[in-house]
């Protein structure tokens, strides 16, 4: 029996990088953008129930949950190609749709605001599972939604669910360059406090670790969002990889992490992957 996994995409960097994970897991089990199982994919011995849930024989939505506090990049998805991907009733977006300006304090508080609409979906998505395993948290550390609202749903997480898995890729900012967000320092340092407490499984994504990787391996002059993303989906792709395709060992999280992490508070993972050798084109949502 395959063991169930939601993925939460919270704040612009979660949802971002949300999406093109979902493609990639779709190019790579066969799964249409409107959802629908491919004819050559009908056979293969992956198990798509981990990240997917089937609405009728042929048609998989992603067991995904789209929370930010203002709507420009998910009404972005919702009006893409992949529109039809998604359940539309697993999408929160804050009434007002002005954000967190940025503010580690504003998207907290808007959490523990929201708190009941962001628990009710989560809770109508965990029993919908059969046997939930945990959660993978998508998000950034630096910005206002993805680190308050992230942090509130780490606390919340853990005293709801304790016995689940909490795993996040969290995307660090860049350490080179100057930011336009003057409490960066202080969002980032908050938010860390909540994934060294709250997370079993910390996936650290260095902004500027891929830059440089899109300027020095894929001699791209200028990455944009949308380039270093893709990145970032390969990534998680490849490291949730023995989840969907079962072998002798690793085949659920709490095996996956028994072997990457000694002790409990050693738990902050830095990914490696290698050959980074094709650029795929992607579209900026």
């Not at 979902?22 to 790579?28: A, I, P, R």
């Not at 304090?105 to 809770?123: R, T, W």
């Amino acid at each position: 029996m395959p063991r169930e996994i939601i993925t939460l995409q919270v704040g612009q960097c979660g949802n971002q990088i949300g999406m093109e994970f979902w493609k990639q897991l779709c190019l790579e089990h066969g799964i249409s953008k409107e959802g629908i199982l491919e004819d050559f994919a009908t056979q293969g011995g992956d198990r798509k129930d981990v990240f997917f849930y089937q609405a009728d024989d042929q048609h998989y939505i992603p067991r995904a949950l789209l929370m930010d506090l203002e709507p420009r990049v998910i009404n972005g998805i919702q009006n893409g190609e992949y529109r039809s991907l998604y359940n539309h009733e697993n999408v929160f977006i804050a009434d007002h749709g002005g954000g967190a300006g940025n503010n580690w304090a504003s998207g907290y508080h808007q959490g523990k605001q929201y708190e009941e609409d962001l628990m009710d979906m989560i809770d109508r998505e965990a029993d919908g599972s059969d046997s939930l395993e945990g959660f993978v948290l998508c998000h950034s550390i630096a910005g206002g939604t993805g680190s308050g609202m992230g942090s509130y749903l780490l606390e919340t997480l853990n005293d709801r669910y304790s016995k689940k898995l909490v795993q996040t890729y969290s995307v660090f900012p860049n350490q080179n360059e100057t930011s336009d967000v003057v409490v960066q320092p202080y969002n980032s340092l908050l938010t860390l406090k909540r994934l060294t407490l709250n997370a079993d499984c910390v996936v650290v994504l260095d902004n500027t670790a891929l830059n440089r990787i899109a300027v020095e391996r894929l001699h791209i002059s200028t990455p944009t969002f949308a380039q270093t993303n893709s990145l970032v989906s390969t990534v998680m792709s490849a490291s949730t990889t023995t989840l969907r395709y079962p072998g002798y060992m690793n085949n659920d999280l709490v095996g996956l992490l028994a072997s990457l992490i000694p002790t409990p508070r050693c738990h902050f993972r830095m990914p490696g992957y290698t050959p980074l050798t094709v650029v795929r084109q992607v579209s900026f949502l």
